[in-house]
């Protein structure tokens, strides 16, 4: 299994509440990404990252900020939780950002906002 | 429409038989395309890259068709841990990666 490590890996809060996800990884690769699923939608993107400190967003960004200050941990922050972002997260990592490159994947975290 | 369709199933099998799943993406660019499994309550994993020849793996083939913007996988001799839910990928130009919503399969005894 990729070295992937995602924390929490359960929590409630509530609404209005600062919520801090982080994915660390002991494969040292360039690419770290933050995906949402939800029922009836495939994975979609939250923000990724190609580097430390370089970070873009993604398909479904509102609402989030990232950041990464070392190349093995890649914070995603809920500034002030709503219950729309209810959902499981997952990380992935991948070594380059090629074509050919697949993306592997955290164990998620499930999220509920009450 | 979505980027990446998938039929969503459930595809019910018996232990033993083939089945198919048909995936369609939207973007002529895309470049790279993957199968992933996905068991219940658990992450994505890898279960193929998919290249413009076709390519197999054991009892798992898949297939590329880029006119027509389809990608297929094929199962055949179904197990019971075969059960889960696939994942169509797709890797437009950029760093992102298109998620299938996935279909899920269940095989039998």
């Known amino acids: 299994d990729a070295g992937i490590t995602q924390s929490p890996r359960h929590k409630v809060t509530e609404t209005g509440t600062p919520v801090t996800l982080r994915c660390h990884q002991t494969e040292n690769h360039r690419y770290m990404y933050w995906y949402r699923q939800d029922p009836g939608h495939g994975l979609r993107l939250i923000h990724y990252s190609y580097g430390v400190k370089d970070t873009d967003k993604g398909e479904v960004s509102d609402g989030y900020s990232v950041s990464r200050s070392k190349t093995e941990d890649f914070l995603l922050t809920l500034e002030s939780a709503t219950s729309s972002q209810t959902s499981v997260y997952f990380c992935a990592i991948s070594q380059t950002g090629t074509r050919d490159q697949p993306q592997h994947f955290g164990d998620g975290t499930r999220l509920s906002i009450l | 429409r979505k980027e990446v369709e998938q039929d969503p199933g459930p595809f019910n099998v018996p232990e033993g038989a083939t089945v198919a799943f048909n995936c369609t993406y939207s973007?002529?660019?895309?470049?790279?395309f993957f199968w992933y499994r996905q068991d219940c309550r658990k992450e994505p994993k890898l279960l193929m890259s998919?290249?413009?020849s076709g390519n197999e793996d054991g009892r798992f083939t898949a297939q590329l068709n880029r006119a027509s913007q389809y990608i297929s996988l094929l199962i055949r001799d179904s197990k019971l841990s075969d059960s889960a839910t696939y994942l169509c990928v797709v890797k437009p130009p950029g760093n992102d990666m298109r998620f299938g919503a996935g279909t899920r399969l269940t095989v039998k005894p």
């Open positions: 973007n002529s660019a895309s470049q790279s």
């Open positions: 998919v290249y413009s």
